[in-house]
C-alpha cells in the first residue's frame, strides 16, 4: 500500500464531498428566491422544526442554566466572586450556551427527521416521482426547511435564553441565598443588546447548517433501510461539526473589535 | 407521422458499468411500446433517461421532434407537463393522503386550487376501480393492487400525452395483473396517450403492447410487432421469451 495514494485518494474524496455540498447548497440558494413560495410546507416545518422542539430545548437550557449558575458558585468560592453569579449566567447563556446547547439539540432531533425522510424518499422513487409531476424536488422539500429552520432557530435560542437565565436564578434564590430582586436587577442590568443579538445571529446560521445537511444527506443517501440510517448518522454527526465550527468563526467574527 | 419519442445512440454508464451502450429507438404516436429484458440490463435507466431524471452521457432524445437531451429548469418542466409515470413501487408520497397523491400535479405542478383538483382525483380514482373513500387512506394502508392502482390514477391525472409503466404487473398475483394490464389498455386508450412500459412479464408484455423491443447488452437487439415476437428469428428474444436457462444470454451470476 502506497500511503501517498491513500492520502491522495482520501484528499479527493474530500474535495469531491466539498464540491458536491457547494453545488447543493447554490442550488437551494437559488431555488430559495425563485416563484413559487410553498407558504403551506414552510408553515407545516415551522410546527415540527420550531415548535416541537420546545420541550427539548426548554428542558437542557433549564439544566444548563441551574448547572452554569452552581459551577460559579461553588468554583468561584475559590476567588470570592460568588456575587457575580447573575452576570456570568446571563453571559454564559446567551453568548455561548443557549445558541450552542440548542443548536446540537435540534441537530440531533430535526438533520436526523429531515435526512431520514428525505433519505426514504430518495431510496423509495419518490424524489423521482416530484420530477414527474412537474414539481422541483429542491423547492418543494429543501426550500421549506431552510426557510423554516433559519426562522425557529433563533425564537427557540431566545426562548432558550430566558428560561436558561430561570434556571441559574431558581438555583441562586434557592440555595445561594440571593434574593429574587437583586438576581433579576443584576441580569437586566448587566446583559447588553450585543450579547443577546450575537446569540440570536449564531442561531440563525446553525438553523440552516442544521437543515442544509439534514437535506444533503438526505438527497445523497444510497441503496435500502442502512443507506438511509448512514444517512441520518451522517446528517447529525456532519451539522454537530459544523455548529461548533461555526461558533468558533462567529464568535471571533463578532466580538472581535 | 413524426415519432413521439426517439432515442439515438443513448449512452449511459456509472463509474466503469457501462449500462446503455447506444440505445436507438422510435415510439410512434398512440402506439404502445413495451421494452422487454431482464433485471439490471437497464431498463428503468432507459426510462429515467427520456423523463430526464438520469443524464445521458452520450446521444440524442427528442420528444414530439424536440431535442429535450439537456433541458433544464422551466424548459424541463414544460416538457414534464406532457409525462405521466407509474414506478415500479409505486412511489406514492406517503406523507399525503391517497387523494393528495393523485392530485399532486394538479396542485403542485399546474397551480389548480384543492377543491377542484380533489373532485378530478376522485374521478381518476373511480377510473382505475376504487371508490371515493379511498381518497382518505394513507399509502401505508393500501394492498400491493391497490398501490399499483393508485399510482396509475396519479399517471393519468393531468391527462398526460405519454404514459411510462415501469414493471407494472411485478409482485402482484397473476390475476390482480391481469386487472393491471386491462386497466392500463383502457386508460391508456381512454387517455389518447403514447405508453412506453418495461417490464419482463411476457404476459404482460404481450397484452398491453403493439410493439415490442428487447434490450440486451446496452442495445436494442430486436424490435417488432407484438404478434412477431414468437417468430422472430432471434436466439436472443426465443431464450427470453420461453425462459430457458440454456442459450445465448448468460446471466451474471454473482458466487
Ligand atoms: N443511479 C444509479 N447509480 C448507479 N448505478 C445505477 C443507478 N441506476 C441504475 N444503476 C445500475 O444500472 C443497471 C441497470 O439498472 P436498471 O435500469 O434499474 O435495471 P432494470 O432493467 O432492471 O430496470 C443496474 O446494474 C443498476 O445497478
Ligand atoms: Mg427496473
Redesign the pocket.
Known amino acids: 500500500m502506497n500511503p501517498f495514494a491513500s492520502i491522495g485518494r482520501a484528499t479527493m474524496t474530500l474535495l469531491a464531498h466539498i464540491g458536491r455540498l457547494s453545488t447543493f447548497t447554490g442550488t437551494a440558494l437559488a431555488a430559495i428566491v425563485a416563484p413559487p413560495i410553498y407558504g403551506r410546507l414552510i408553515g407545516q416545518q415551522i410546527m415540527r422544526i420550531g415548535y416541537y422542539s420546545l420541550p427539548v430545548v426548554g428542558l437542557t437550557a433549564f439544566f444548563t442554566g441551574s448547572a452554569l449558575a452552581l459551577q460559579i458558585f461553588l468554583g468561584g468560592n475559590r476567588f470570592g466572586t460568588e456575587a457575580v453569579v447573575p452576570q456570568i449566567v446571563v453571559l454564559g447563556i446567551t453568548r455561548e450556551l443557549g445558541p450552542v446547547i440548542a443548536g446540537l439539540m435540534v441537530a440531533g432531533r430535526v438533520a436526523a427527521a429531515i435526512a431520514a425522510e428525505i433519505g426514504t424518499m430518495k431510496v423509495t422513487e419518490q424524489i423521482d416521482a416530484l420530477t414527474t409531476l412537474a414539481t422541483n424536488p429542491i423547492k418543494y422539500l429543501v426550500v421549506p426547511r431552510l426557510i423554516a429552520a433559519v426562522l425557529c432557530l433563533p425564537l427557540l435560542v431566545a426562548i432558550a435564553d430566558s428560561i436558561g437565565v430561570f434556571g441559574g436564578y431558581v438555583v441562586a434564590t434557592q440555595s445561594m441565598g440571593f434574593s429574587g430582586g437583586t438576581y433579576l436587577k443584576n441580569t437586566v442590568d448587566f446583559a447588553t443588546q450585543e450579547d443577546i443579538v450575537s446569540g440570536l445571529i449564531k442561531a440563525g446560521v446553525f438553523g440552516f447548517i442544521i437543515a442544509l445537511m439534514g437535506c444533503y444527506n438526505g438527497f445523497n443517501s444510497k441503496g435500502g433501510a442502512q443507506g438511509v440510517g448512514n444517512a441520518t448518522t451522517a446528517a447529525v454527526v456532519s451539522s454537530s461539526i459544523l455548529i461548533l465550527a461555526a461558533n468558533y468563526l462567529l464568535t471571533s467574527l463578532l466580538f472581535s473589535k | 407521422m413524426s415519432p413521439k419519442i426517439q432515442l439515438i445512440g443513448v449512452k449511459k454508464r456509472f463509474g466503469s458499468k457501462v449500462v446503455l451502450d447506444g440505445v436507438d429507438l422510435t415510439v410512434e404516436p398512440r402506439s404502445s411500446l413495451v421494452i422487454i429484458g431482464g433485471s439490471g440490463t437497464g431498463?428503468?435507466v432507459t426510462i429515467k433517461s427520456i423523463l430526464g431524471i438520469i443524464r445521458p452521457d452520450e446521444g440524442t432524445i427528442l420528444v414530439d421532434g424536440e431535442d429535450v437531451t439537456h433541458l433544464r429548469g422551466a424548459a424541463r418542466d414544460k416538457v414534464m407537463k406532457k409525462f405521466g409515470m407509474l414506478f415500479?413501487g409505486g412511489a406514492l408520497f406517503d406523507s399525503l393522503p391517497v387523494w393528495e397523491n393523485v392530485a399532486f400535479g394538479l396542485i403542485q405542478g399546474r397551480g389548480m386550487a384543492r377543491k377542484p383538483a380533489r373532485d378530478i382525483a376522485i374521478e381518476k380514482l373511480a377510473k382505475v376501480g376504487l371508490a371515493a373513500d379511498v381518497g382518505d387512506l394513507f399509502p401505508v394502508e393500501l394492498s400491493g393492487g391497490m398501490l399499483k392502482r393508485v399510482g396509475l390514477a396519479r399517471a393519468i391525472a393531468s391527462d398526460p400525452e405519454i404514459i411510462f409503466f415501469?414493471?407494472p404487473t411485478t409482485g402482484l398475483d397473476p390475476i390482480m395483473a391481469d386487472i393491471i394490464n386491462d386497466l392500463i389498455v383502457s386508460t391508456v386508450k381512454d387517455v389518447g396517450a403514447t405508453a412506453l412500459s418495461?417490464t419482463h412479464d411476457m404476459i404482460s408484455a404481450r397484452k398491453i403492447s403493439d410493439k415490442i423491443a428487447m434490450l440486451y447488452g446496452g442495445k436494442i437487439i430486436w424490435q417488432g410487432p407484438t404478434a412477431a415476437i414468437d417468430n422472430s428469428g432471434n436466439p436472443y428474444v426465443d431464450q427470453f421469451i420461453h425462459g430457458k436457462a440454456e442459450g445465448p444470454i448468460k446471466m451474471a451470476v454473482k458466487a
Open positions: 431498463k428503468s415500479q415501469d414493471e418495461i
